[in-house]
Nanobody, 122 residues
Framework: QVQLVESGGGLVQAGGSLRLSCAAS????????IAWFRQAPGKEREFVAA???????YYPDSVKGRFTISRDNAKNTVYLQMNSLKPEDTAVYSC????????????????WGQGTQVTVSS
């Protein structure tokens, strides 16, 4: 069982930065692939970034070059550094975990956090 808690969301102006954190419980955190997804009002959940247990990362074109996912296994935490934020990045951001290869599909993940709101003003 893994419990995930996100933090770091907030209100930022366009062009600004935020760093989200996903803190996990559980002794086997280092063996999990972790991903970030986001969901804006009236829109479907969207894949944002993922990192494998070995540190391999993957991003969609919409955030590539602006967002960076990283992990600190000693702290059981995954981070999402978001730079050059745009109003269209506004959404609830959630982290998710699975004990297998990373995936871009939300259905592949077994554990989810509650989410943190990110609002980017123009």
């Amino acid at each position: 069982q893994v419990q995930l808690v996100e933090s770091g969301g907030g209100l930022v102006q366009a062009g600004g930065s935020l760093r989200l954190s996903c803190a996990a419980s559980g002794r086997t955190f280092s063996s999990y692939a972790i991903a970030w997804f986001r969901q804006a009002p009236g829109k479907e959940r969207e894949f944002v970034a993922a990192i494998s247990e070995r540190g391999t990362t993957y991003y969609p074109d919409s955030v590539k070059g602006r967002f960076t996912i990283s992990r600190d296994n000693a702290k059981n935490t995954v981070y999402l550094q978001m730079n050059s934020l745009k109003p269209e990045d506004t959404a609830v951001y959630s982290c998710a975990a699975r004990s297998s290869l990373l995936s871009t599909s939300a259905n592949a993940y077994d554990y989810w956090g509650q989410g943190t709101q990110v609002t980017v003003s123009s």
